[in-house]
């Protein structure tokens, strides 16, 4: 029997699919859609999804595929005032490996995931809708073209208009605004320097203009451009004659590969389970693009789910609603409190703060983390580390942890369960004054007070801190 379904092969499907199959847990992926999706929508990589990519062995090809973020160029009234940077660029650190975005489009974002879900002998079922399921207290029936399938659970990761959470009836809450109209998508662009993004306005409504960035390895700029009341056309032509409004000309767009009209659709799913069925990605939220949060709070949905699956536990999976619930709720207040500044003008706009990066997010005082106290606690992201193994050879903390197994490092020379990792210091016995260099700076507040024996979950979360 298939362990579970997987309805929608979007990136948040496929990081599921990947990260059960990796656990030997029978796994079909099943989309609607006759053909994959092509265009860039979702092209900002958060640090916290690089660190799950690079878990999951995909991050070399997203980092070789992608790009980093590039300048702002600002235009008014067709002339160039200046650059700016939309995120500080930050030096890496041995606890923050990746400390930067990372642009890609979502389409090349999906087909490396596809590829590496492909390695371990599951494709997508395309032109497969999800017609109609039932659970009982054993498993779910679902009904697909043809066939009834029976499986342990069903997961509904089939975007915001989900046929799985309408079904369940979960109620999806929030606003959505038809005041607020944007005309997306993807658009060669002839005249444009590639090195960086352009900004095109009128000096007299500097925040209010047309914004065209390069996506890595293809010919296009994903463009966003506000419509006015009368225009209800996601065409070339009303993308070219409001550019051309804002820059005086001398720029050609051509091949329209991709368009979308945008209204702000803020939303939150009552509940996120309900008994054998599970909402994550959009599904269960979707964001504004200001931030970039959205395919990043997705491809994390999964990746909390995807280990309490295959163990199968009433406690682990109890623990998945109230986890990202929370994070969602906490996120779309994020990217409502960006969007809210574009609309204001506001001239921080497009500047992203440190809150989007998602390495702050954590399960404190969650199902899974007691409260504790600490500067490290239960429910904090395990960060990495540099470390040197018998044979001086130079590895990683997240070497250590990498793969579908939960992680238990001891410090010190002390007791130690069979399949710990243990770290000792460069040189010597381990005192209280050494958990500061152990692992680099990672643990410096690990002490004797905190314990010295550390549990970190398949998802590179801490779970226990222990004497």
């Known amino acids: 029997m298939t362990g579970v379904l997987i309805a929608g092969a979007g990136p948040t499907g496929l990081t599921l699919a990947i990260d059960l199959a990796r656990r030997g847990v029978g796994v079909r992926i099943v989309e609607k859609a006759e053909t994959f999706f092509e265009g860039s929508r979702g092209d900002g990589i958060q640090p916290r999804t690089l660190e799950v990519f690079e878990d999951l062995g995909v991050l070399d090809a997203v980092l070789a595929a992608g790009q980093a973020p590039v300048p702002l160029r600002i235009h008014l ?37 596809r590829d590496r879900l492909a390695e371990f002998g599951v494709h997508v079922e395309l032109g497969t809708p999800l017609i109609g399921f039932e659970q009982d207290a054993d498993g779910v029936t679902a009904e697909l073209p043809g066939e009834r399938v029976r499986v342990d659970y069903l997961v509904g990761a089939d975007g915001g208009k989900s046929f799985v959470r309408k079904a369940l009836g979960v109620a999806f809450e929030g606003t959505t605004d038809e005041a607020i109209r944007m005309l997306l998508g ?15 306005a009128k000096p007299e409504e500097p925040m209010s ?83 970039g949060q959205g395919l990043n709070t997705g491809v994390q949905d999964a990746y909390n789910l995807g280990w309490k699956l295959a163990d199968g536990s009433r406690e682990l ?49 969650g199902p ?12 904090d992201r395990a960060p990495d580390a540099p470390l040197v193994d018998a044979n001086g050879k130079a590895v990683r903390l997240f070497e ?46 690990y002490d004797a007070e905190n314990g010295r024996q550390v549990s970190i979950r398949p998802d590179g979360y801490i779970r226990g801190l222990t004497a």
């Open 77 to 113: 009234g067709g002339e160039v005032v200046g650059e700016r940077m939309m995120a500080e660029v930050v030096e890496p650190t041995p606890a923050v490996p990746y400390p930067n975005g990372w642009f890609l489009g979502q389409s090349r974002t999906e087909g490396i995931l």
């Open 186 to 200: 993807d658009v060669q662009a002839e005249g444009l320097d590639r090195a960086c993004g352009h900004w095109f």
């Open 209 to 291: 203009g047309i914004v065209l960035t390069p996506l890595p390895g293809v010919p296009y700029f994903q463009f966003g451009a506000p419509l006015g009341e009368g225009e209800v056309e996601a065409s070339l032509g009303t993308l070219q004659a409001r550019l051309d409004a804002l820059s005086g000309g001398g720029v050609r767009l051509h091949d329209l590969a991709w368009s979308t009209v945008w209204r702000p659709n803020i939303r939150l799913a009552e509940r996120f389970r309900d008994g054998r069925v599970f909402l994550a990605g959009d599904a269960a939220h979707v964001h504004p693009p200001t931030g």
């Open 317 to 365: 999976l109890d623990s998945y609603e109230p986890e990202r619930r929370g994070v969602a709720a906490r996120v779309l207040k994020i990217s409502t409190e960006l969007l809210e500044k574009y609309t204001e003008g506001a001239d921080d706009a497009y500047e992203r703060g440190e809150n989007t990066r998602q390495l702050d997010i954590g399960y404190r005082g």
């Open 368 to 379: 899974l983390a007691p409260e504790a106290s600490g500067r490290i606690r239960p429910g």
């Open 400 to 445: 250590l942890l990498r793969g579908p197994q939960a992680t238990v490092l001891v410090f010190g020379d002390g007791p130690a369960p069979e399949g710990a990792r243990r770290i000792l210091p460069a040189g010597g016995a381990l005192s209280d004054g050494d958990f500061e260099d152990v692992g680099g700076h990672a643990f410096a507040a």
